[in-house]
């Protein structure tokens, strides 16, 4: 009977394994959740960093910080492109997208012309 009893052996085996490869699965997901829930505050650290940098505050990373303002420089920057192609201006009282025909704010009433 060392065949039955090896076969048996194997049956349980391949049921282990595979309650192994779910609780592996299981533990997995976990362990990516909690790596979110880092870079979330990874993200929110990063910004309040950029913040203090920006107050003119020195806060020890310089050099990331620079290169965050280049790339906003640039978003800035092709966020202008697209106003100059669709022919809208930024309000200077409120910062809302306006035509460059409009005379008045439609959202805080700024003489624009
Ligand atoms: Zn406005």
New binding site residues.
């Given amino acids: 009977m060392a065949f039955m009893d090896d076969l048996k052996k194997f049956g349980k085996n391949v049921a282990q394994k595979s309650s192994d490869m779910v609780e592996t699965t299981k533990i997995n997901m976990s362990i990516s959740q909690e790596k979110e829930k880092i870079n979330k505050i990874f993200h929110e650290m990063g910004a309040a960093v950029y913040e203090q940098y920006k107050a003119g505050n020195d806060v020890g990373l310089g050099e990331l910080c620079m290169q965050v303002a280049e790339m906003d420089a640039k978003i800035a920057e092709l966020q202008a492109k697209i106003m100059e192609i669709k022919n809208t201006a930024k ?6 997208e ?1 035509s460059v025909e409009t005379v008045f ?6 003489k ?1 012309k």
């Avoid at 309000?91 to 809302?96: L, N, Q, V």
């Fill in positions: 309000c200077p009282g409120c910062g809302a306006v704010c439609a959202n805080c009433g700024t624009l």
